[in-house]
Every structure is written in structure tokens, then in C-alpha cells.
């Protein structure tokens, strides 16, 4: 039975992150000339400038780590409250929306090479985000329906047990976020800029 219901939060999430990337790719194509006109994410002078770039990882890191751990913090104090679930989707809507805004601009932009450059923008990291996103949305869901919508009677016994598993579960996803981190500050630079000379 726990395992259905953990099937069933987790296609509820995959398919609200399907419709924030159709979503996201709909929102480009109607706004394709203002995202693209007056910015140079995708100019040549962007592209020059992420060849010669000098990149300082441990500034980098750091601003990564605030903003992936803050988000994750976020994320694990709401499910904790009422509005853990709509948390929850609107997070798997918002990286959907995202990820389909970013796929069409790179292809508008540079055609199968954007997705390419795309790619490898995303390596090594998204080899941790993706997994370690999943389960901090599928924990989030489960301890907000936990708490307040399946028998929201648990006893201080219980809610003890919950705040220590939710704690050592949420402790390791996010110290693998921020292992995330470090490979988004030291290693995609590297890669990105590889990336970048064979254009």
C-alpha cells in the first residue's frame, strides 16, 4: 500500500513537471522576440565571454550553496505545514516551466548545437540535482499528507519519529545538494567552456 501511494505522489509530480515544460515552451514561443530581443544569453559576445571567463569556484560555490540549500530548506519547513503538497507542486511546476523555457531558447538560438551546449551546461550536476529534487519532493508530500490529510493523528510518540526521520532524510539529500554544488562550481565551468570552443 505504501508503496502505491508513493507511485501515485510521484506521477502526480512527474506529470505537473511535464506541464510546467510544455507550459515553459508554449510561454517562449509567445514571448520569443522579447526574451531574446536586448538579451545576450545567447549573443556571440556571451559566448566569447564564457571562453576567456575566469571563474572563482569558491565565490560561486558558496552563492550556489545559498541558493540550492535555501530553496531545499524552504521547501522541507512548508511540507511541514498545510501547504506542504501545493509546495510541492508548485516547485515541480516551477522547474518544468523552467527546463521548457530554457529548451526553446537554446534551440531557437542555436539549433541542435544549443541543445548540445545546453547539455553539457547541465553536466555534472543535474546528476545529482534531478535524483536528490525527486526525493525531496516526494518526502515533502508524504510528510504534509502525513501530517494533515491521511489520519493526521500520529500522538507526540509519533511526531517525534517524524521529525527524526524528516531530519536525517533531509540532513543526506542535503548534503548531496550540496555535493551538487561543488560539481555546478568546480567541474561544469571546465566542461561549459570545452563546450563553448567548438562553437
Not at 25 to 36: D, F, G, R, T, W
Amino acid at each position: 500500500m505504501r508503496e502505491e501511494i508513493k507511485l501515485r505522489l510521484a506521477n502526480k509530480q512527474f506529470i505537473l513537471f511535464m506541464v510546467g515544460i510544455c507550459g515553459g515552451i508554449l510561454l517562449a514561443n509567445l514571448v520569443k522576440s522579447e526574451l531574446l530581443s536586448g538579451s545576450e544569453l545567447l549573443g556571440e559576445n556571451a559566448l566569447l565571454q564564457v571562453r576567456h571567463a575566469v571563474i572563482d569556484s569558491k565565490s560561486l560555490f558558496l552563492r550556489l550553496l545559498g541558493q540550492r540549500l535555501g530553496e531545499a530548506i524552504l521547501l522541507t519547513l512548508l511540507s511541514t505545514t498545510f501547504l506542504g503538497v501545493a509546495a510541492v507542486w508548485f516547485y515541480a511546476f516551477r522547474y518544468g516551466l523552467s527546463l521548457g523555457l530554457l529548451l526553446t531558447m537554446f534551440l531557437t538560438g542555436y539549433g541542435v548545437k544549443g541543445m548540445l551546449l545546453l547539455v553539457v551546461g547541465m553536466l555534472p550536476q543535474m546528476l545529482v540535482y534531478v535524483p536528490v529534487w525527486a526525493l525531496l519532493l516526494a518526502l515533502g508530500e508524504r510528510t504534509c499528507r502525513r501530517l494533515y490529510y491521511l489520519n493526521g493523528n500520529e500522538g507526540l510518540a509519533g511526531l517525534k519519529r517524524m521529525g527524526v526521520h524528516l531530519s536525517a532524510q533531509a540532513g543526506l539529500l542535503f548534503f548531496m545538494l550540496a555535493a551538487g554544488c561543488w560539481l555546478e562550481a568546480y567541474v561544469n565551468p571546465y566542461l561549459l567552456r570545452l563546450a563553448v570552443k567548438v562553437f
